[in-house]
């Protein structure tokens, strides 16, 4: 089965600092990951996605991730941050040969930012 | 619209009641997907359909939950005789992604909050 574990469940920051959400998965085999942004009383839209290929991805309104596979993480970055990205993150997993391409969620990061 | 549209917003709805959920998907997405997210918690799978064949539905709690979609397009989402711990935020995704293990993305409706007084 595979599970994801996002390491903090709040992350507070001032603006224009730099931020980092962690995410550590664990899987058998080979999977895809992902990044969404949650905002208020909204669905979830992607942020960016780990398909294969190079480790470092870069995804929408400026963030990016770095997928290690010997740690098994997935850790989200922004260089500096507004106060509009303040929002809940999740990170996901799917693939493999039982799951398919449903997606199995960590418990969500609360970003905010304050000014 | 273009994107997955999710009706009621919201519903309210006493112990016992029967619901339904709807959710139109991006018109040509062959898969769409059930999930329940609860209060302060990431989305949990229900369950699956490619077309109108369900797939999975390893992650629906009991057979309380039953979901459809008939013509491969609309789906609904089924409650019978609600509990309390059915109230949740209930998503729908779709996707153009057939089969298994396709990286086609998931893209969510703002989904229903269901509230079981």
């Known amino acids: 089965a595979q599970s994801v574990t996002q390491l903090d469940s709040q992350v507070p920051v001032f603006e224009e600092a730099p931020v980092e959400l962690r995410c550590n998965y664990s899987?058998?085999?080979?999977?895809?990951l992902f990044w969404y942004v949650q905002y208020p009383n909204q669905g979830l839209q992607l942020l960016l996605k780990?398909?294969?290929?190079?480790?470092l991805v870069k995804g929408i309104n400026g963030f990016e991730a770095e997928f290690n596979k010997s740690q098994t993480s997935f850790h989200l970055r922004k260089p500096s941050v507004h106060i509009s990205d303040t929002a809940e993150y999740f990170c996901?997993?799917?693939?493999?040969?039982?799951?398919?391409?449903?997606?199995?969620f960590g418990e969500g990061t609360q970003l905010t930012v304050n000014p | 619209g273009a994107g997955v549209s999710q009706s009621p917003r919201y519903k309210v709805a006493k112990r016992g009641q029967d619901v339904a959920l709807r959710c139109d998907p991006i018109?040509?997405?062959?898969?769409l997907f059930w999930y329940q997210q609860a209060l302060g918690q990431g989305p949990e799978f229900l369950t699956y359909?490619?077309?109108?064949?369900?797939?999975?539905k390893s992650g629906l709690p009991s057979d309380r939950f039953f979901a459809e979609r008939p013509e491969g397009s609309v789906s609904t989402l089924k409650i019978q005789r609600t509990q309390q711990e059915d109230s949740a935020v209930y998503l729908c995704?779709?996707?153009?992604?057939?089969?298994?293990?396709?990286?086609?993305?998931?893209?969510f409706g703002d989904g229903t909050r269901l509230s079981i007084l």
């Open positions: 995704a779709s996707s153009l992604a057939v089969g298994w293990g396709i990286d086609q993305p998931q893209h």
């Open positions: 899987s058998s085999v080979s999977v895809y």
């Open positions: 780990y398909l294969s290929g190079s480790t």
């Open positions: 996901a997993v799917s693939g493999g040969e039982t799951s398919g391409s449903r997606l199995t």
């Open positions: 018109s040509g997405h062959v898969s």
């Open positions: 359909f490619q077309n109108e064949a369900q797939l999975d």
